[in-house]
């Protein structure tokens, strides 16, 4: 073996990972609005590139009266008041008797409703909210009490259980036996051990079964009722209709901003001292590696649908049953692309068609096999079908794992295992044949 110290010339290959390059990666992965928001950052550290948001128009109802008709007018007003942010701690003051309560619970009161999740649940410490408001334990205790009183039933409870046995009291205070199930019970009630549970209360299965059909009507999140989400709107990346020469596809860019170069700004201080002049030929350079980048991503973008288009035919013609197979690699192959490209490409993207907009991502389905040599069938195909099985199986004597894997052979030619049967079954947050059982 040679030690010797020495210099030697070796000529290697590399890929050189420029900031220009960085940014256009960064840019084909980017939604509408990452992309939007990326676009407004720039503009601020750059005085040649001018965003132009001309396709958002606030809308105003007295000028557009004489453009469109009242009653559309109104509904588009309406939907841009700001919605106003709802309160947990109003809501439930408000319905508090406050004459009957004192300065000190009172205090307590909205002191323990700030200690609520967004679910409802109280996530506090009694003893440490008595030190901190130097008031009795027991203050607190009480307080507490009178929040659990209020509605929707079930708001401040500290765990599961007791919210759940609050609703139900709220619901059937004369229910003895679910209060008692859920109270001394509710593991292995939780579990579907129900057996025990009959021989030891000396009730029947059908009762049991009923208590279990009642609570799975309850909210196990009483606080989320409370919540106002704010409406969230998709604008999809592309547009696929159906016409009579077949399916065409138009991207959609209203969602993206305009760019444009300042050239008076440019033009004004181009001649200035040398150091403005290189500023602005970064600059300059900087705009038209961006926009560059915004015509690769968008014809990246289109050679990516289009494909998935042309793979995806019977989908597009018949609807969601109809996915084929279909993986990120395969159209990277056909695209002569990396597959990282596919996969930053279809990222946070929509498309819309004629049976709803769907993520980009939902069309890539892994392959199953089937009884036939020739055909194959996708991942997707399979979860409905296992739905359907059990949608229409016998509840008294639901399918097992292996029931399913047999009729999904004989019945529909799809070949896989019980574990992927149970996997899949997980994924769509379908219980095991034995939670699933019923008695009645």
């Known amino acids: 073996m040679n030690l010797k110290a020495g210099l030697w010339q070796q000529q290697t290959l590399k890929l050189a990972m420029t900031q220009e ?16 928001a990326f676009l407004d950052d720039k503009a601020l550290e750059n005085p040649l590139l001018q965003v132009e948001h001309s396709n958002i128009k606030p809308m105003n109802p007295l000028i557009d009266r004489n453009r469109r008709k009242n009653q559309k007018v109104e ?6 008041i700001a919605d106003k942010p709802f309160s947990l701690e109003e809501y439930l003051l408000s319905q508090l008797k406050i004459t009957n309560l004192s300065a000190e619970q009172l205090t307590v009161i909205r002191h323990l409703i700030q200690n609520l999740d967004e679910n409802g649940y109280f996530t506090g410490n009694l003893n440490e909210i008595a030190k901190k408001l130097r008031v009795m334990e027991d203050v607190v205790e009480e307080c507490l009490a009178i929040i659990q009183t209020l509605e929707p039933a079930g708001i401040g409870a500290r765990n599961l259980q ?3 046995l609050m609703q139900i009291y709220y619901l059937d205070p004369n229910n003895e036996l679910a209060q008692k199930i859920i109270s001394e019970y509710f593991i292995p009630f939780a579990e579907k051990k129900w057996k025990p549970i009959a021989k030891e209360l000396k009730v029947t299965l059908k009762e049991i079964q009923d208590i279990f059909d009642q ?23 592309a547009i696929v209709e159906q016409s009579g020469e077949g399916l065409t596809v138009r991207m959609s860019d209203e969602s993206l901003p305009r760019i444009s170069l300042n050239e008076q700004y440019y033009h004004k201080f181009k001649d200035q001292d040398q150091q403005v002049s290189r500023f602005l030929q970064d600059k300059l350079q900087d705009y038209n590696w961006i926009q560059k980048s915004i015509e690769q991503r968008k014809e990246t973008l289109t050679k990516v649908i289009a494909k998935i288009i042309e793979k995806q035919e019977t989908f597009f013609q018949k609807g969601s049953n109809n996915l084929v197979p279909m993986t990120m690699k395969e159209i990277a192959g056909e695209l002569n692309i990396h597959e ?7 990222r946070e993207k929509y498309v819309q068609t004629p049976y709803g907009t769907f993520p980009l991502k939902s069309f890539f389905t892994s392959t199953i096999q089937t009884v036939s040599d020739d055909e194959n069938t996708s991942s997707t195909q399979v979860k409905k079908k296992i739905s359907t099985l059990i949608e229409n199986e016998n509840k008294q004597k639901p399918l097992s794992d292996q029931d399913i894997v047999e009729q999904l052979k004989t019945e529909e030619g799809m070949v896989v295992s019980r574990r992927t049967v149970a996997k899949y079954r997980d994924q769509m947050g379908i219980p095991s ?4 059982k019923r008695f009645d």
């Open 162 to 164: 007791e919210c759940l």
């Open 215 to 237: 609570i799975q009507s309850l909210n196990p999140k009483p606080g989320t009722i409370l919540g106002k989400e704010t409406t969230t709107y998709i604008i999809p990346d």
């Open 75 to 80: 509904k588009d007003w309406i939907e841009q």
């Open 340 to 346: 990282s490209t596919v996969s930053r490409a279809v």
């Open 433 to 436: 044949s034995a939670k699933r």
């Open 21 to 36: 390059l960085s940014q256009a990666i960064a840019l084909l992965q980017y939604s509408a609005q990452e992309l939007t």
